[in-house]
């Protein structure tokens, strides 16, 4: 089974910068989309960001121009370079293995905090 181990989050003042990083196991899963998510208290989980196998990307208009989805297929990494972060940022972060439309493998969540 596909088990994903995330890192990196963590305490950052507005403005600055986090690399979250997200490690999976299987060779499989790097065949379909991956994701990050991400849920505030009160709130409904909404998406990040997805990466596809031709490394075609989408972002959520939030995030748009300050955050980057990427991967590197060797090291069956996924990563969320995050910059300009604002307090509205703040949330636990998903990784997510797609295995089909409304389908998901999540990673255990880590926790991101902006403080202004």
């Known amino acids: 089974q596909v088990q994903l181990v995330e890192s990196g989050g963590g305490l950052v003042q507005a403005g600055g910068s986090l690399r979250l990083s997200c490690a999976a196991s299987g060779s499989i899963f790097m065949l379909n989309p991956m994701g990050w998510y991400r849920q505030a208290p009160g709130k409904q989980r909404e998406l990040v960001a997805t990466?596809?196998?031709?490394?075609?990307?989408n972002y959520a208009d939030s995030v748009k121009g300050r955050f980057t989805i990427s991967r590197d297929n060797a090291k069956n990494t996924v990563y969320l370079q995050m910059n300009s972060l604002k307090p509205e940022d703040t949330a636990v972060y998903y990784c997510?293995?797609?295995?089909?439309?409304?389908?998901?493998?999540w990673g255990q969540g880590t926790q991101v905090t902006v403080s202004s």
């Open positions: 990466i596809n196998i031709s490394s075609s990307t």
């Open positions: 997510a293995y797609i295995v089909a439309a409304g389908r998901y493998v």
